[in-house]
C-alpha cells in the first residue's frame, strides 16, 4: 500500500512537471518570440532616423531625391524574401517586410525574417500584390503577439485619442519612401480580401472605398475629412482580435506621398 501511494505521489507529481512544461513552452512560443531583428543586423541594414516631416506629394523631376534610411543591399543580403520595411511612428511597428518565394504563400506566418521557424513570423504581404505598393490595395499580415510585438502595436488604434493623434505610415522600399494617411480603423470578418473583391473593377473598387469609409462594425474609428476616389493607393494591415478569432483588426491608409530616394 505504502509503495502505492508513493508510486502515485511521484505520477502526480511527474503529470503536474509535464503540464507545466507544456503550458509554459505554449506561453513562450506567443511571449517569447518577438520575430524582431537582431540589434547587430540593424547596424547595416537601417542607415539613418528618417524623417517624418514630409507629407506633400513630391513635385516631378526638380525635387531632391530624399535618403532612404534603409540598405537594401543589406537586407536582401540577408534574406532575399526581404523587399521592404514599415515603420508606425508612435508604436513599436519597426519591421521588415518580406514575400514568400516559396510555394507556401503564408510561410512567414511562422518563419522569421531570416526565413527560420519561429512563431512570430515577420511582417508579410502574398503574391496576390507586387512588391511595389502599386495596386489599389495592398494588404500586409502580422501577428497579435502578446508582449506587444508584431502587429500587436496596431491594436492602439482601438483608442480615439490615439487614432486622431498618430495617422502615419511610412513603408520604404528600394527607391522610394512611400506615406500614407491612416483613415480607418476597425474589426472585420476573416475574408480573404484579395480572393474577395476585384479591386481591378472600378465600380467595385468604388463601393469598397465607401464601406471602408463607413465599416459595419461597433468600435470603428474613421478620420473626419477624408474623402478616397478610385485613384487612390490603399494600404491595410491586418492582425488577430484579442477576442474572436474569426475576426481581423484592420487599420487602412491611403497614399499620400510617393517621394523618390538615391
Known amino acids: 500500500m505504502r509503495l502505492f501511494r508513493r508510486n502515485s505521489t511521484i505520477a502526480k507529481a511527474l503529470c503536474l512537471f509535464v503540464i507545466l512544461t507544456i503550458l509554459i513552452g505554449c506561453l513562450s512560443g506567443c511571449n517569447g518570440c518577438t520575430g524582431a531583428m537582431d540589434p547587430d ?3 547595416n541594414v537601417v542607415n539613418t532616423t528618417p524623417s517624418t516631416e514630409s507629407t506633400e506629394p513630391v513635385s516631378g523631376s526638380t525635387a531632391p531625391l530624399a535618403e532612404n534610411p534603409i540598405n537594401f543591399d543589406e537586407l536582401t543580403a540577408l534574406n532575399p524574401d526581404l523587399y521592404a520595411w514599415i515603420r508606425i511612428p508612435g508604436t513599436v511597428i519597426d519591421y521588415p517586410v518580406a514575400q514568400s518565394s516559396n510555394e507556401d504563400d503564408n510561410y512567414y506566418l511562422h518563419h522569421n525574417y531570416l ?10 504581404s502574398q503574391r496576390h500584390n507586387t512588391k511595389y505598393f502599386v495596386e489599389q490595395v495592398t494588404v500586409l499580415y502580422g501577428h ?11 491594436h492602439n488604434y482601438y483608442d480615439k485619442e490615439f487614432f486622431d493623434e498618430n495617422e502615419l505610415i511610412y513603408i520604404y522600399i528600394d527607391g522610394h519612401i512611400l506615406t500614407y494617411r491612416i483613415f480607418a480603423a476597425y474589426d472585420y470578418d476573416d475574408r480573404h480580401l484579395l480572393n474577395s473583391f476585384d479591386f481591378s473593377d472600378k465600380e467595385v473598387y468604388s463601393n469598397y472605398l465607401k464601406d471602408c469609409l463607413n465599416p459595419r462594425s461597433a468600435n470603428a474609428l474613421v478620420r473626419e475629412g477624408v474623402e478616397l476616389t478610385t ?8 492582425t488577430c482580435t484579442n477576442y474572436n478569432s474569426s475576426l481581423r483588426f484592420l487599420v487602412q491608409g491611403v497614399l499620400i506621398n510617393d517621394e523618390l530616394t538615391k
Not at 526565413?115 to 508579410?124: D, K, L, R
Not at 497579435?144 to 496596431?154: E, I, K, Q, T
Not at 485613384?231 to 491586418?238: A, M, V
Open 41 to 43: 543586423d540593424y547596424s
Open 115 to 124: 526565413g527560420n521557424y519561429e512563431f512570430a513570423g515577420t511582417i508579410y
Open 144 to 154: 497579435n503577439m502578446r508582449n506587444g510585438s508584431m502587429f500587436a502595436g496596431l
Open 231 to 238: 485613384d487612390d493607393r490603399i494600404i491595410t494591415l491586418s
